[in-house]
């Protein structure tokens, strides 16, 4: 017994050891890993997860329900707008129609829809106990497994399944296979029951609780066996898995899972690992992923996302396997500092500091040369390379192949930096800290054009296809060596330390970025979002006629149209791809040497070296995500409050600002998503999101408002649909329509008083000054009357008895006397002309001054009716009374302004009669009339034709308004002789 279990061992051992070394030569195909932990906010003990049609992630645990969108985890109390039945998820699936099932721990199971939801359990024919797992058949029929019994839900009834054909124990997990087959775990005893058919049969007593598809068919774990396919109604087929010797069977104790592209991928004692077949079908190891923590890093199940990504669950976080875009070449661990340029013909020569060249042929051919330690490569022909290692210097050319070593002036071994051939056929070479040499026709001479320049030694070199060589030296010098010696061109560009002739372009790579040597002018290439482009060790152009930079952040990749656009507006940003880490593209180029970084062999492939390794791609098929992401508005926050993104929501009076949480579900590279967002009505362009997946608005009023939300993946593919969410926002009452109409007309109502204020104002102070000036005429006529009679007067009469003194003692000389008597009767007269020209004065002012003040009056007051006024008296002018001439002078100027004011007319005639029995004036013009009603009644709130007629009702007088024989309206009036005239 004991020899045949060691015949068993050897025998186990030798095929192990047959099949390990028989394995696959590397793919170069490699895979990023995320993982997210508790710390990220990931669900702990998860045993299930599924996708919905929006592209979201949802994971259940005994904690709760979890979202994911690719950037953040969300714990959910409800699903659409609908809550939840209990917070201890049990299982989750994603149904069609955008459904979302969950199954909770303590029974109960409710299927979600953005329409509404639905909730079953013992009152709706829905079995008793915990949701243990669920699927769907091929007619998208939900089967679920609940821990007493098997159910399906079938036109919207509950029906069971194989009452009669399986045991009462606990089903702990089903699944559909390839054939349609329905799998049964009933405490890890394994049921089937083929398609059509309604018993179930006994196939297999596994070791697993759970039951996992791979390819479509169940795989599980015997403890015999290891991994084994099964499929009813054929024999149980062992995996066969190629394991290093030292490991042992245990090694592949776990499960495995389908993987992007059709990859497999198993979960190891020591980690995950992507596993590739051989001829023999034998699976091997091509990417093993480190488990770091023990059981809680284990994944239990796994899922391919719509987009091609691996998601794998464990009881500790979640795993996200994203196959990079770059492929690496296969490459020792050992070795570093890395050159891959295009050699003989179309072949790509690989070399590092530790390891010789290796010439790859475009059909996967190897052929390993004695060059050791590559530093520079430089092609004179397709057939004819030189190559530059750290101590001699290589011919190849075509099947002939030379080494001479270091100049022997030098006396011990200097490595190469840099190369270039010049037009007649000498190589340069730059040897460090030696300067610049030539080589040709086998001897070695030192250049001499650089005597006298500091620290000669070149570090990069180029020969443009107009003959001219270009070269740079340390300290930032970059110039042209001449046939005489070195012209410098800019110590502005920091070191440089790649050139690249672009169709007879000169460009430039340094540690600023990419400059065009564009004649004498410099001329940076910027990029558009202002990104610096740092260090630059590499740049070459595709096939396809892209330009490809390699700096310290990835490659970049100028498409021909943006290098095109470069080329006519050099000062204008152009947009440029970049790849980096997250597609491939690890470790930094070297500082110093073998550069530069970039090459292009194998039928256009692009290879890159950097320190630590070497990778490529094809530029024609670059893999592309050419699915655009959904967008997903979560949830709008305002007032210390959360809503549910429903359309239409309705936000309460004073509500001024608004949090808007949204998110785009593109998986892959969430990092590179871009969002942008509008709110109609308040931004007149799209915003773009900086950090956080959300919008903030302030200051906003009442009214409706709806937020526009678009996304693009990282491949720029463009969701313009995107998602959007009306809001409305309730006025308060001083916001409403109604209490801004009542504000308007109490405005204009304001405006109105205030303007008859201010023209009752007038008409009062116009009055006023009238009055004043009739006054001070009246006061000064007094005053010169008082003069005239106490001083003039007094004067006069006392000469004249004087006068009469005299005469009295004058002799009687009849001659004399009478001259003196007739002085005399001239002063008595001069005295009673004196006196009635006092009284005169006394009295009010005549007509004809009362008219003069009247019309100077009416023309400030209305001065538009200067050359529209015709104004004129008839009969004999007499005085008036003083109260008598203020109030017709007011129902005048009152009647001439409205008329001008209000008429429209072209002609305004002003009529003053002086009649013995009474003062009759008139106001005519030959506008357009006015209303019979308004002229009886007056206008309501107006009080000018009121007032008028009260002003002549004073002096016992009577007004008229009325429409004149030929158009217009004349306003006349009439005061009795006894009170008008003085």
């Not at 990417?287 to 023990?294: L, S």
């Not at 690989?350 to 490569?377: C, F, H, K, N, Y």
Request: glycine share 10%; with cysteine.
């Amino acid at each position: 017994m004991a020899l045949g279990r060691l015949a068993v061992l050897l025998m186990w051992w030798w095929t192990a050891c047959s099949s390990w070394a028989a394995s696959p030569a590397p793919d170069g195909v490699t895979h990023e890993r995320r993982r997210w932990t508790q710390a990220d906010g990931a669900p702990q003990q998860s045993f299930r997860m599924t996708q919905t049609g929006d592209g979201l992630l949802w994971f259940s645990s005994p904690a709760g329900l979890t979202s994911f969108d690719g950037v953040r985890f969300r714990q959910e109390n409800k699903v659409y707008g609908h809550a939840l039945l209990s917070s201890s998820i049990a299982s989750v699936l994603a149904l069609p129609g955008g459904r979302l099932a969950v199954g909770y721990h303590f029974g109960g199971l409710s299927i979600f829809s953005r329409n509404g939801v639905h909730h079953y359990d013992a009152s709706n024919g829905f079995p008793p106990g915990s949701v243990t797992s669920m699927a769907l058949d091929g007619a998208g029929v939900l089967h679920v497994a609940v821990s007493s019994a098997l159910v399906r839900l079938q036109d919207g009834q509950w029906q069971e399944i194989g009452r009669d054909s399986l045991p009462r124990d606990m089903r702990t997990a089903i699944v559909f296979d390839r054939d349609g087959t329905l799998w049964v775990s009933v405490n890890a005893h394994y049921y089937a029951r083929a398609r059509g058919t309604d018993r179930f049969v006994d196939v297999l007593d596994a070791d697993d609780l759970w039951l996992t598809t791979v390819g479509g068919i169940v795989h599980t774990v015997l403890r015999d066996k290891g991994l084994v396919r099964v499929r009813l109604g054929h024999p149980v087929e062992v995996v066969k898995m190629a394991q290093p010797p030292a490991q042992g069977p245990l090694l592949y104790a776990g499960g495995m899972f389908d993987g992007p592209g059709g990859s497999l991928w198993y979960q190891r004692q020591d980690g995950v690992a992507r596993m590739v077949a051989d001829g023999a079908g034998v699976l091997h190891p091509m990417e093993v992923f480190a488990n770091n923590n023990g059981n809680g890093d284990a994944p239990h199940s796994g899922m391919v996302d719509r987009e091609g990504n691996l998601w794998l669950l464990s009881f500790e976080g979640v795993e996200r396997y994203r196959p990079h875009r770059f492929r690496r070449l296969p490459t020792s661990k050992e070795s570093f500092y890395w050159l891959a340029q295009r050699g003989i013909g179309d072949e790509l020569w690989l070399g590092s500091m530790e390891s010789p060249v290796v010439r790859l042929g475009a059909d996967g051919s190897r052929r390993q040369t004695a060059i050791v330690a590559p530093q520079a490569l430089v092609r004179a022909a397709p057939d004819h390379v030189w190559v530059g290692s750290a101590t001699d210097l290589w011919e190849i050319h075509g099947d002939r192949e030379r080494r001479w070593g270091m100049p022997e002036q030098l006396g011990k071994t200097y490595e190469i930096q840099a190369m270039a051939l010049e037009r007649g056929g000498a190589l340069l070479v730059s040897i460090i800290r030696q300067g610049l040499w030539r080589f040709q026709d086998g001897r070695w001479q030192r250049d001499t054009r650089l005597r006298g320049v500091p620290e000669p030694t070149p570090m990069s070199m180029l020969t443009d296809s107009g003959g001219r060589t270009w070269i740079s030296l340390v300290n930032n010098r970059f110039g042209e060596l001449t046939a005489t010696g070195f012209r410098p061109v800019s110590t502005s560009l920091g070191m440089v330390l790649a050139m690249f002739d672009c169709g007879g372009r000169l460009l430039i790579g340094s540690e600023q970025g990419v400059t065009w040597r564009d004649g004498e002018t410099l001329r940076p290439l910027r990029l558009r979002g202002g990104a610096p482009i740092r260090r630059v060790t590499g740049l070459v152009t595709d096939g396809g006629g892209s330009l490809w930079i390699h700096s310290d952040d990835g490659l970049y990749r100028l498409a021909p149209a943006a290098l095109r656009r470069f080329w006519q507006a050099p000062g204008e940003p152009v947009e440029a791809e970049l790849f980096n880490f997250e597609d491939g593209v690890r470790g930094l180029a070297s500082q110093v040497r073998p550069l530069p970084s970039l090459g292009v062999a194998h039928g256009g492939r692009l290879y890159y070296a950097t320190v630590s390794q070497v990778g490529w791609i094809d530029p024609a098929t670059i893999g592309r995500n050419p699915r655009a992401p959904d967008v997903l508005i979560q949830s709008l926050h305002s007032g210390g409050r959360d809503y549910d993104a429903v359309d239409g929501l309705a936000l309460p009076a004073r509500t001024t600002s608004v949090d808007v949480a949204f998110t785009a579900t593109a998986l892959s590279m969430p990092e590179r998503v871009r969002l942008k967002y509008r709110l109609d009505g308040v931004d007149d362009d799209w915003r773009e999101v900086r950090r956080e997946r959300g919008a903030q608005y302030t200051n906003l009023g009442p009214g409706s408002y709806r937020v526009h939300v678009i996304a693009a993946n990282e491949d720029g593919v463009w969701n313009r649909t995107g998602a959007g969410l009306r809001f409305v926002i309730a006025p308060a009452f001083w916001q409403t329509w109604w209490f801004r109409l009542a504000c308007a007309l109490a405005a204009l109502l304001a405006l109105a008083l205030l303007y008859r204020w201010r023209m009752a104002v007038v008409r009062r102070r116009a009055e006023e000054r009238i009055a004043a000036r009739l006054e001070a005429t009246m006061l000064e006529r007094n005053r010169i009357a008082r003069a005239l009679h106490d001083n003039l007067l007094q004067a006069v009469q006392a000469l004249i008895l004087r006068f009469h003194a005299v005469q009295a003692r004058l002799p009687r000389e009849p001659e004399l006397q009478a001259m003196l008597d007739k002085v005399l009767g001239y002063a008595e007269k001069l005295v009673e002309n004196a006196r009635d020209e006092v009284l005169a004065l006394r009295q009010p002012p005549p007509c004809d001054e009362l008219v003069a003040e009247l019309r100077d009056a009416l023309l400030k007051a209305t001065p538009e009716a200067a050359a529209l006024l015709d104004f004129a008296t008839e009969g004999t002018v007499r005085p008036l009374r003083s109260e008598t001439a203020v109030e017709v002078l007011y129902v005048l100027r009152e009647a001439v302004v409205n008329s001008a004011r209000h008429a429209a007319p072209t002609r305004v005639t002003v009529r003053l009669r002086f009649t013995d029995e009474a003062l009759q004036g008139e106001v005519g013009d030959d506008g357009k009339g006015i209303d019979p009603v308004v002229a009886r009644d007056g206008r309501a709130g107006h009080w000018g034709l009121v007032g008028m007629r009260e002003r002549i009702a004073r002096v016992g007088g009577a007004l008229a308004v009325e429409a004149g024989a030929a158009g217009g309206t004349v306003v006349g009036f009439s005061v009795p002789a006894a009170s008008a005239y003085a």
